[in-house]
């Protein structure tokens, strides 16, 4: 299967984190998301932008649902026991 250009590399995906959550990254589309932070990271020409002041916020409805009403997570700290 060839690669678009806004397709990040497996190798590389496997080894991003979300600066922010310091969780895994998934691509969907042309973005790199993190449910935990709700935050997605663009990519340009095959290169994730990785900087939070850039992410945009994914709406609660783009959520799987366990995910869903949870606090979004603002730093690598593990959610509170519920």
């Known amino acids: ?22 969780r895994p990254l998934v691509q969907v589309g042309e973005r790199l998301l993190c449910y935990e932070s709700r935050k997605a990271y663009r990519i340009e ?8 002041e850039e992410a945009t916020d994914i709406p609660e409805s783009e959520l799987p649902d366990p995910y869903k009403g949870k606090p979004a997570m603002t730093s690598p700290e593990p959610y509170p026991a519920e």
């Open 45 to 52: 020409d095959g290169i994730p932008i990785m900087l939070v």
């Open 1 to 22: 299967m060839a690669e678009t250009a806004n397709t990040v590399d497996p190798e590389l995906l496997a080894l991003l984190v979300c600066p922010l959550s310091r």
